[in-house]
């Protein structure tokens, strides 16, 4: 994309030795000097970003639950604008909140998604037989949540140590026997580690590294507490599938960065760590679970699921600046179609709630302006965020229960990666005519 300054550049003025533009180019250049008044560079490769990949607007936390005394209160907005780095193609949000402010107290406990849970089950059985893991092993999670996965490997008498920052979900964690430290994970912190407990034989870390804005200081840490032989493996939705299937809404604060395989395999090379596998997964509508270890160790060869992958995003044109330009315009659709469906629905009487108060629900209903005037209210298991409201929307937060007393016409189903979960325990909505409404990759209603 040429910036606006460069379409109608209208001659140049060296004005105390800087080169001034006048006209449109001015403007332009004026709107440029705003943006970069924060320094706007690549959080791997500090490589000036220019390239926007998708602005969503301003947004709350998605994952600050408002409580009932504080609605009639500013709640503070951020922007959600998503650049490409031209460098290194790395797809991030410039950092407008630090982690401390995101993940002291959070409110996402994993165990709440059954899914979820099974899913941690298997990789933890297939992972202990592939690496031959024993009571003689050390197992190390990266940001453990509640202890929902490690608590596998704690049945089958495996030592394990999680790192978790919100002091509330690891205490949760301890509650489960997963022994939980409370920290934010680096070199600095893996130093520490390897004193106390000695390095780690399996590091593993789900839907964290996008997390972390340091990504260079996270996975140096790595590098520190991974053993001579030990193994990394790491879970992160998949760009590819973002962009194909226009998961816009799992953009949040929270996530800094969003990767392909390549991008992902620069990171831990600059850093001396090796992948060799990867695995498709379909987990949070399309993750990859990457494979590391160190670039000294040889125990591993490089998979040819992993070469096949690499040609395919080759094929993608993940490394060519022009595949990001046309994400922007598919999500404004998206978000006409949705407001399309809904003021249909409304139009015709119809009673709409949500089910689920996921993140990316908020960016959704935020992005899309939706409120208690399509959405009379959302439900979540979580007990943590019943009561609550939405953050930005306000829309109010009930058990799952409040869905057979009110029998609405349609339940939207903000998590629609475990949508076909949802419509199994919620089947019973069908008693009255209702039906499911899933917004993403596009509005579709199920009877
Ligand atoms: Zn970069």
């Not at 407990?197 to 840490?221: E, H, K, T, Y």
């Not at 992005?367 to 939405?390: A, E, P, S």
Request: with cysteine.
């Amino acid at each position: 994309m040429v910036p606006l300054g460069e379409q109608y550049w209208s001659g140049p003025l060296t004005l105390s030795g800087q080169t001034v533009r006048i006209g449109k180019g001015a403007i332009a250049d004026l709107k440029e000097g705003i943006g970069n008044m924060e320094t706007r560079c690549c959080l791997f490769c500090s490589a000036p970003l220019r390239r926007t990949f998708v602005d969503l607007g301003m947004h709350p936390l998605c994952e600050s639950y408002v409580s009932e005394d504080k609605l009639n209160q500013m709640e503070p907005f951020y922007p959600l604008h998503v650049f490409v780095c031209e460098q290194c193609f790395l797809v991030q949000l410039h950092e407008y909140v630090s982690p401390a402010e995101i993940f002291t107290e959070y409110a996402y406990f994993s165990s709440y998604a059954d899914s979820w849970v099974q899913h941690a089950k298997r990789y933890t059985e297939m992972i202990i037989e592939r690496l031959n893991l024993t009571a003689k092993s050390f197992v190390v999670e990266l940001a453990s949540n509640d202890g929902y996965l490690l608590q596998h490997f704690v049945a089958k008498g495996i030592p394990v140590l999680g790192i978790e920052p919100a002091a509330n979900v690891a205490e949760a964690a301890r509650k489960k026997n997963v022994p939980t430290l409370v920290k934010f994970f680096g070199r600095q912190t893996a130093s520490e580690m390897i004193t106390e407990s000695g390095r780690a034989d399996l590091v593993l870390g789900n839907n964290v590294l996008a997390q972390v804005p340091d990504i260079n200081d996270f996975v140096a840490g790595i590098k520190v507490l991974l053993a001579p032989h030990g193994v990394v493996t790491i879970e992160f939705p998949h760009l590819m599938k973002l962009m194909e299937a226009n998961q816009f809404d799992t953009i949040y604060h929270e996530h800094f960065f969003y990767f392909s395989l390549m991008s992902a395999e620069r990171i831990f090379a600059a850093h001396g760590l090796t992948l060799f596998d990867v695995e498709e997964l379909p987990t949070h509508g399309g993750s990859l679970r990457i494979y590391g270890h160190h670039a000294e160790d040889k125990t591993h060869s490089v998979t040819e699921r992993y070469r096949e992958l690499v040609q395919r995003e080759k094929a993608a044109g993940v490394e060519r600046p022009d595949t990001y330009a046309t994400f922007a315009e598919k999500v404004r659709e998206t978000k006409r179609n949705l407001l399309e469906f809904l003021i249909e629905a409304k139009r015709k009487g119809k009673t709409i709630v949500g089910y689920g108060a996921p993140g990316k629900g908020n960016t959704l209903l935020n992005y899309c302006g939706v409120r208690v005037d399509f959405i009379d209210y959302t439900v979540d298991r979580n007990t943590y965020k019943q009561g609550k409201f939405l953050p930005g929307t306000h829309i109010p937060i009930f058990p799952p229960e409040q869905i057979k007393t009110t029998k609405p016409d349609y339940v939207l189903i903000l998590p629609w990666n475990i949508k076909g979960e949802i419509m199994e325990q919620m089947g019973y909505i069908r008693d009255w005519g209702g039906q499911f409404v899933v917004p993403i990759p596009e509005v579709r209603v199920y009877s």
